[in-house]
């Protein structure tokens, strides 16, 4: 085995290193140093420095280095031809090697073998590259076919599916891991998918100003995905406000100090808990490092996904309060739900020191029915909406910075949101056609960007009504949008307490909802706003249209309107109710 002293000189002109680094450089030094193999790659699930990749080759029998950039795999040194000869790939992960992104690119390496080694810790896996794939492949199929089952309308077979795919997870006695009352005045962190343009980021950027700004705590955020540009719409703000924001990636390179804490969690209960989803064990460990390091008073998680991850993760470091924020119907709504959401939630609400939140009662009432628990084990606090004093609903004569301006003597009908299939914007392009078939002189307006937004003005097209709409993609001033905005048009499938609707109300624009989820609880029914039942296109016309044919409508939504959204969905109604469940009190001014 190379001793120190001969390892120091043939890296002595080595660029340094930070600790981080230096400890994976250690790390791949002594496996290959161990190991009788002839040639070797080295895959790293994370973003290496120039400096790391340069010592990295320096090291005996590696070759190649290899990792995933946003454009595509990256190596150390030119491939050249893909050859299949009897090399290893040594992968160093710092989130957990599952998935196929990861696999393809050890097969394109040639490594007919793979020796897995953690980031940190001494944990190691090895087994042919084949194996991984079959592996893989299989868990793949197993879970949707677990997922489809849980989707189905026999409630026999959604039931089945549920427990098979959260047996394991039922043996995880999260009650056992003991409660850490020296946290109790600890910081607040706040966990999350992204901070990207979306109603449910805007509400945790309001609650976690309002908290701080109330508390005098010291308050962070950490989001899961990395703070591109597109994922961090709201973290200027939050930074403006002396919030710490962090990624997962970001947090990771702070974490060496965590490395004992995160090795006294058991990594083995925790990953069989999981084993059907090893990135999610992978982000509950990285939850569980961070909460151990930050030792926080509360931690809000946000949203599903992120709710499971971070709550187990809490719950497993003893977070004295958890705080799981639903801001929806249930997820077995959506295109994202995982048959594993039902045990995690079941097991997290058994919790005494765990809260479950939702914004409206129809929220929680369908959560209650599908985890099958009392509707008191959740609280709802309503959104909170906060406004510039200065933006006035005055007529503007355009708000789209591309150009295109609004037609003088239109009246305006709008959607703000994505243009998503849970929106369901074939619908919206239906009531369209059906008023201007009715009513020439109707402009309609969708501020958003989304996956369907092609497929949106391929059927305007089809419709004829292209030249009658305006797509203006993503607005920065939205205000703009809504003081030239006649009526609001919102026809979601799928509803938690829509903010776009409350927004409407604010500017005196009457809104037009879909009876989905908690929609008719963001309006002033038949006064402010009208929610209709169903899919029938001309029953949401003529709703539309008892707005547009009656300026006395009009003119009673413009009055009345802020005044509902100031009485039911003020910043301040939320912030006292989320100081509450929190068990703080407001600081003195």
């Known amino acids: 085995m190379t001793q120190p002293a001969d390892r120091a000189r043939e890296i002595r002109t080595a660029p340094p290193l930070v600790a981080d680094e230096q400890a994976v450089l250690d790390r791949v030094w002594g496996e290959v140093s161990a190991s009788q193999i002839k040639a070797a790659v080295v895959v790293l699930t994370f973003s290496p420095s120039d400096a790391l990749v340069e010592c990295l080759l320096r090291v005996p029998r590696i070759i190649d280095v290899v990792w995933k950039t946003p454009s595509g795999a990256k190596h150390g040194r030119n491939p050249g031809r893909l050859s299949f000869r009897l090399r290893t790939a040594f992968v160093v992960w710092s989130e957990d090697f599952a998935g196929l992104r990861w696999l393809m ?20 896996e090895r087994a042919l590259t084949v194996r991984y794939v079959g592996r893989e492949i299989t868990s793949r199929l197993v879970g949707r076919v677990l997922r489809l089952l849980a989707l189905s309308d026999n409630a026999v077979i959604r039931r089945l599916a549920v427990i098979i795919s959260g047996a394991r997870i039922s043996r995880l006695k999260l009650a056992s891991f003991p409660l850490n009352r020296m946290q109790a005045d600890g910081p607040i962190v706040y966990a999350t998918g992204s901070l990207g343009a979306g109603g449910s980021e805007r509400q945790l950027m309001l609650t976690a100003k309002g908290v701080h700004s109330r508390s005098g705590r010291r308050v962070s955020v950490v989001c899961q995905s990395l703070l591109i540009e597109k994922n961090r719409f709201f973290a200027s703000e939050l930074e403006t406000a ?7 990636s970001g947090v990771q390179q702070g974490l060496d ?30 939850f569980a490092s961070k909460f151990s390091m930050e030792r926080p008073a509360i931690v809000h998680a946000w949203l599903d996904e992120t709710n499971i991850a971070a709550g187990v993760a809490a719950a497993i470091s003893g977070v004295p309060k958890i705080v799981l924020g639903c801001r929806s119907l249930s997820p077995v709504n959506f295109q994202f739900y995982q048959p594993y959401m039902w045990q995690g939630y079941r097991q997290l609400a058994r919790l005494p020191q765990v809260v479950i939140l939702n914004n409206s009662a129809a929220g929680a009432r369908d959560y209650a029915d599908w985890l099958q628990i009392p509707i008191e084990r959740i609280k709802v606090i309503p959104n909170g909406l906060e ?29 703000v949101g994505r243009i998503a299939e849970e929106k369901r914007p074939y619908l919206w392009l239906e009531i369209a056609s059906d008023i201007l078939k009715k009513r020439s002189d109707v402009h309609f307006v969708w501020a958003g960007d989304g996956p369907m937004r092609k497929d949106v003005e391929k059927r305007a097209e089809e419709l004829g009504i292209s030249a009658h709409l305006s797509l203006l ?15 609001f048009l919102l026809t979601s499938r799928v509803e938690g307490l829509p903010n776009v609707a409350i927004e409407a109300q604010h500017f005196g624009v009457p809104a037009v909802v879909a009876a989905v989820g908690g929609a008719a609880e963001a309006i002033n029914e038949g006064v402010t706003g009208v929610s209709v039942a169903g899919d029938d296109a001309k029953a949401f016309s003529q709703a ?46």
Request: aromatic share 8%; charged share 25%; hydrophobic share 45%.
């Open 105 to 124: 690119l050890v097969v394109r390496t040639g490594a007919f073998r793979i020796i897995k080694i953690s980031r940190r810790g001494l944990r190691r």
């Open 544 to 589: 539309v249209l008892r707005f547009l044919d009656s300026p006395e409508a009009l003119t009673r939504s413009k009055l009345l309107g802020p005044t509902f959204v100031q009485e039911r969905f003020s910043v301040q109604r939320m912030l006292a109710a989320t100081m509450s469940v929190y068990g703080l009190e407001t600081r003195a001014s």
């Open 257 to 286: 100090q965590a490395e004992s804490l995160q090795a006294s969690f058991d990594d083995g209960s925790i990953r069989s808990a999981f084993s059907r989803n090893p990135q999610l064990a992978d982000l509950i460990l990285f």
């Open 473 to 487: 993609g993503l607005i920065s001033d939205i205000g703009k949008v809504w003081a030239s905005m006649t009526v």
């Open 387 to 415: 406004f510039s004093s200065a933006t006035t609903p005055a007529i503007r004569n355009a708000f789209d910075a591309s150009g295109d301006p609004v037609l003088k003597g239109k009246r305006i009908v709008g959607m």
């Open 242 to 248: 002396g919030i710490s924001v962090e990624d997962r």
